[in-house]
């Protein structure tokens, strides 16, 4: 019998989701609408993230356009994207918000860069923390007597080639970031 590596395999996938999800929130000067997705506004008693409220688009390089399907909330959006702090300007255009991100500093993105790299490293901690988990569960199946000594170290093989192209996938979703920050 060999070992499963079906709950490593979902770990690692979610650990690469978070770390797009993360390297999407990072503002690189271009209009993003992936900043706008942790904004949460009221909606008729409930907070509700804007994507359900309001359809968003991009304007230009430079803007993004938020149109409310209920011109009532063209308020709470304006305020709830400059209540955000991200660093962008909303301003209310006629039935929209208009959401514009202005140029990075040169500074800025030599802290944009070094945050890209600890998004990384938290993922790169994830990863060893899934090889972990799932070593020791080679061994102790292996104490078990569920795998012999052999299948207990091809699967210690293939774990680690699991972790490698992981962690592959994750320095080029990064070094992807920190080209467009460069940039």
Do not use: C
């Amino acid at each position: 019998m060999s070992y499963d590596f079906k709950s490593t395999k979902e770990g690692l996938a979610k650990a690469h989701d978070w770390l797009q999800r993360e390297l999407a929130t990072v503002r690189t000067g271009r209009a993003a609408t992936a900043l706008l997705d942790q904004i949460h506004i009221e909606s008729y008693g409930v907070k509700s993230p804007l994507s359900h409220v309001a359809s968003i688009g991009i304007d230009d390089p430079k803007t993004v356009r938020v149109t409310p399907w209920d011109k009532a909330h063209l308020g709470a959006i304006e305020s709830a994207i400059s209540a955000a702090n991200l660093g962008v300007s909303a301003v209310a255009d006629g039935g929209s918000v208009r959401v514009s991100f202005p140029d990075v500093t040169a500074d800025r993105r030599i802290m944009l860069v070094k945050l890209v790299r600890e998004k990384l490293e938290e993922a790169k901690v994830t990863l060893r923390g899934e090889r972990e988990k799932a070593w020791s569960e080679i061994q102790k199946h292996e104490k078990e007597g569920a795998l012999s000594e052999d299948e207990k170290f091809r699967a210690k093989d293939e774990l680690q080639k699991l972790i490698d192209e992981a962690q592959k996938q994750f320095v080029l979703l990064a070094d992807k970031k920190q080209l467009e920050i460069e940039n």
